[in-house]
């Protein structure tokens, strides 16, 4: 079926620096791209989204680039922090406004925060 | 921003017993909340999805009479794991949508269940 995946179960990076966590996705009619970043026992939480009609967004400190070309998400982090440090999604869906859809989720990344 | 609860946030049981995890939107109206299932250091697996007044759609592989799904009011839904073994130890999650506003989807924090 089809499937979200990640390039790179870990990552680490100095305090300071910019990470980029990859995502490739394989369903073609993919609408809705989302980011979250888990932390250890907590549920997700919604970083920044994207629709299929943009190819990159940006946030405080976070920019979700989307090559639809290629079927590839990314997501890049400014001046990564200690806090940072967590697991993070993408995820994927068809329309947001239609009923019954899902959000289906990659792999994972790591992301470990060297002091 | 919109928040979900999920309670307990932690549940042991013995096994054999069934375990009910509630999961309720606090300041918005959700026709559809989904249940997720994660195990350790592995990524979110859906498990169904909860449509207020009718029953719930589960996925593939997914056994309907083991997690009981009800969705009786357009805040709340309920996830009971019945006759639970150690296997069905895990963290739950669910998550919301928003169904007046962009269709947002609002996550819970999580329960986790450790059945002994």
């Known amino acids: 079926g089809e499937s979200v995946g990640l390039h790179l179960p870990t990552l680490s990076v100095q305090e300071g620096d910019n990470s980029i966590i990859n995502c490739a996705y394989s369903?073609?009619?993919?609408?809705?791209f989302i980011w979250y970043k888990q932390e250890s026992g907590k549920g997700p939480q919604f970083i920044i989204d994207?629709?299929?009609?943009?190819d990159k967004r940006q946030g405080q400190r976070v920019t979700v680039l989307l090559n639809k070309t290629v079927k590839h998400l990314s997501l890049q982090i400014a001046a990564t922090q200690p806090g940072d440090s967590a697991v993070y999604f993408c995820?994927?869906?068809?329309?947001?406004?239609?009923?019954?859809?899902?959000?289906?989720f990659g792999g994972g990344t790591r992301v470990l925060v060297k002091p | 921003g919109a928040v979900v609860s999920q309670h307990p946030s932690r549940v042991i049981c013995k096994s054999g017993t069934s375990v009910k995890i509630e999961c309720r939107s606090l300041?918005?109206?959700?026709?559809?909340m989904f249940w997720y299932r994660q195990f350790p250091k592995k990524s979110l697996m859906l498990m169904a999805t909860?449509?207020?007044?009718?029953?719930?759609?589960?996925e593939q592989g997914v056994e309907k009479d083991k997690f009981l799904i009800n969705h009786a009011s357009l805040t709340l839904s309920t996830l009971t794991v019945t006759s639970a073994h150690p296997e069905d130890s895990s963290f739950y999650i669910c998550?919301?949508?928003?169904?007046?506003?962009?269709?947002?989807?609002?996550f819970g924090e999580g329960s986790r269940l450790t059945v002994l």
């Open positions: 300041d918005f109206q959700a026709t559809t």
């Open positions: 998550s919301a949508r928003d169904r007046i506003n962009t269709g947002e989807l609002f």
């Open positions: 994207i629709r299929s009609n943009m």
């Open positions: 995820a994927e869906m068809g329309k947001l406004r239609a009923a019954g859809n899902k959000l289906t």
């Open positions: 909860s449509n207020e007044g009718s029953k719930a759609t589960y």
């Open positions: 369903n073609s009619a993919s609408d809705y």
